[in-house]
């Protein structure tokens, strides 16, 4: 297979401080081979962010696996964080070959499978074409979809899950105030049937006027309850606290996960992140009605995402 064969593909250079980033890493690895991928792995990545800023796409570097020391080492990794819409997997090929490796550990908690060709003799790379997900660890390239439609694909996924899951806060106002159940016909429970007091307190001190609900969220093997708590301020304004913490039996939250807010376009505004001592995490955000933002919840390379809207 040539390296002009795909009418669709998307030449871009491949920069100098994209080949310097590679060969850091690389030189960073315990063996040859390993420094092979993990360079190849970074200049795909790196150029397949090259294209999402010019296509205006919002991209986080570091929060990848990709970037970790440490993940990077373990693990044949090359995703990509897109804020507000999930992981982007950008698997390399050099120049002749016919299909791209795709290793299992990646197959979960990812949006799309870009295929970059690396040709570092040219210094150039060519953004091939994408699949929305993977189930074999030998992708043919004959199956690629072009890089117009994953624009498309990640326009949809940043818009939908928006449309199918938008938690509305003030209808838990709403309906708190007619006595009513709604918010746990939605998925919600009331905080006590999924915590006990001794887990919430003194970690959580409920105001006498608001709403709040827990949620289960489950990351791989771990699990943890997203708490929120919903105030109506007297000057029209909504506060909202949000706490993430341990299931039962768990004193504390599993290190390294972490809890973000995202704004309407997907760009974090607040963090938090915890290191293996804490039995909770709170995030604090105040809204008008009709905002919207998301709470993303990540751990590894798993990740969960709440819409909400005030």
Known sequence: MTHGT????????????????AQTFASQQPTATKAEQVRLNTLAVLVTQDYLQLMEIPTDLPAGDSWNPIMRTCMDVADLELPGVGRLECRPVKPNEE????????????VGYVVVQVDEASQEAQILGFVPEAQDEELPLTELRSPEELLDHLYELRVAPVERTLTNLSTWLQNALRGGQQAIAEGWQAVEQVLTPAELSPAYAFRRSSVRQ????????DRVVLVVDVQ?????????????????????????????VLDETGTEVIDAEATGNEDF?????????GEAFNVQIRLSAFQHTQAFVI
């Open 6 to 21: 795909y009418e669709f593909a998307l030449t871009l250079p491949i920069t100098q401080g994209a080949r310097r980033t």
């Open 214 to 221: 827990a949620k289960p969220i489950t990351l791989g093997s």
């Open 99 to 110: 299909r791209c490796q795709v290793p299992a550990e990646t197959w979960e908690d990812r």
């Open 281 to 289: 995490l709170e995030l604090q955000i105040d809204g008008a009605s």
């Open 232 to 260: 109506a301020e007297t000057d029209g304004q909504t506060e909202i606290r949000l706490q993430l913490h341990p299931v039962a039996a768990q004193p504390n939250l599993p290190p390294g996960v972490q809890m973000a």
